[in-house]
């Protein structure tokens, strides 16, 4: 078969990809090994994040938080998408954006909170610093020894399980064309184009947009193109429905921590913490960091203390050393074009998307990417 654009990968980076380019009429096909959302889009946390991890920047200090801070400037445009992506997709996406805390419990945390607040609010981020007495009201439901917090108004979340669904079946009643089951095996430059391979016949690709999240580095590898990108277990773990309690998404400075409750009144529990990966290549729960990220969550929320977890699971985050996105058209490479956010992939997937499709379609992008994606 033969098609102008070829998106490879059926999560939120591709799905989005397809969708933007089929509303302009571009003739566009996405190709995904298996099934629609079964990887990094469908099992993450749903957080939907805007300001800097606050581990990071512990780790990697404010250095590090300036020359990532122009990519907050896509995270702020992604948010504003998904303000009106259940209404534009129609389809009911569980966005709610409350804002997020992140959560201080000693003076040495509420200066890094601060440190962290200067540099985000250079680059657009609104943040505000909450005392104690504006923690009560704002959040009454902390732990007493939370002194403080950061909050960032913008953040929130959404169901994983509905926006890469909805976004593919958007971009299908626009006529892109979506192959399930169908395994990229290789790809060659041909012409002006590409030839690949798939696990059941070949396609002529004009273009090729490479949205295969943690598996990206190895497809660009078949053109000899290297990319800093590794894949990463993580596990995120949800209690049984307890009663609404939570409205914000919350971080702890004390800890990795993300936390958040779903609309059912299950609550969400991640925050980065590593899965294990089994000598054949499987992913388990490990229990030391289930352990871990649940003590986070009940020294923050203490009633949570007594909510049951019902599930773990993992799965293979995009990650890149540097946290840098590499969306863009590889240069040497015409037509070969990556659509990669890594770590809050979920989150930035929107703008990821709308990107990429605006250098396809030969149009100045929605944001600036000078200083943000790795390939400018
Ligand atoms: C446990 C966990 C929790 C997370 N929590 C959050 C969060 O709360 N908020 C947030 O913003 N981000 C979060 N993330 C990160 C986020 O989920 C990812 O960055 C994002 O989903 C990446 O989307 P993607 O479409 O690029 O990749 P994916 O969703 O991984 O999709 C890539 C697709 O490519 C397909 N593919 C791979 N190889 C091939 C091939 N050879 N041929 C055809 N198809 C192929 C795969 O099957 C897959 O479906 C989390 C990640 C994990 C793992």
Redesign the pocket.
């Known amino acids: 078969m033969k098609t102008d654009v070829l998106v490879?990968?059926?999560?939120?980076?591709?799905a989005a990809t397809a969708y933007y380019l089929a509303t302009e009429g571009v003739d566009v096909t996405l190709?995904?090994?298996?099934d629609?959302?079964?990887?990094?889009?469908?099992?993450?946390?749903?957080?939907?994040?805007v300001q800097i991890q606050h581990p990071e920047f512990v780790g990697l200090g404010p250095e590090w938080a300036r020359a990532y801070g122009p990519t907050l400037r896509l995270l702020i445009e992604s948010q504003r998408m998904w303000l009106g992506l259940s209404a534009e997709l129609g389809v009911d996406l569980d966005v709610s954006l409350a804002g997020g805390l992140l959560v201080a419990t000693t003076p040495e945390q509420m200066r890094q909170i601060e440190a962290k607040a200067g540099i985000e609010r250079e680059f657009g981020v609104p943040i505000e610093i909450v005392d104690r007495a504006g923690l009560q009201r704002l959040a009454p439901y902390l732990a007493d020894n939370a002194i403080g917090a950061g909050f960032c108004p913008l953040e929130g979340k959404a169901n994983p399980l509905k926006a890469t669904p909805a976004f593919a079946a958007a971009a299908q009643r626009c006529g892109a064309n979506l192959l399930t089951h169908?395994?990229?095996l290789n790809v060659e430059a041909a012409g002006i184009g590409y030839r690949v391979t798939t696990g059941s016949g070949t396609i002529e690709a004009g273009r090729i947009v490479n949205?295969?999240?943690?598996?990206a580095a190895g497809?660009a590898g078949m053109l000899g193109i290297d990319i800093a990108l590794q894949g990463v277990p993580?596990?995120?773990t949800v209690t049984e429905p307890v009663a609404p309690l939570i409205p914000h998404l919350l971080y702890s400075a004390a800890g990795k921590l993300?936390l958040k409750q779903a609309r059912n009144g299950s609550c969400l529990i991640?925050g980065g913490w590593h899965a294990r990966r089994l000598a054949d290549g499987r992913l388990v729960t490990n229990p030391a960091h289930l352990a871990g990220n649940m003590t986070n969550a009940a020294n923050l929320v203490p009633s949570l203390g007594q909510a049951r977890a019902v599930r773990s699971w993992?799965?293979?985050?995009?990650g890149t050393e540097d946290w840098r996105p590499i969306i863009g058209e590889v240069p040497g490479h015409k037509g070969f074009f990556l659509s990669?956010?890594?770590?809050?992939?979920?989150?930035?997937?929107p703008i990821t998307a709308r990107l990429t499709a605006d250098m396809i379609l030969g149009r100045e992008p929605h944001v600036p990417l000078e200083g943000v994606s790795a390939l400018f």
Do not use: D, K, M
């Not at 190709?31 to 298996?34: N, Q």
């Not at 949205?211 to 598996?215: E, F, L, N, P």
């Open positions: 490879i990968g059926g999560g939120i980076a591709g190709v995904e090994a298996t629609l959302n079964t990887q990094a889009s469908g099992a993450n946390a749903g957080s939907i994040h169908t395994r990229i949205a295969a999240g943690a598996a497809i993580l596990q995120v993300s991640g993992t799965a293979t985050v995009n990669l956010f890594p770590w809050v992939g979920f989150s930035a997937g």
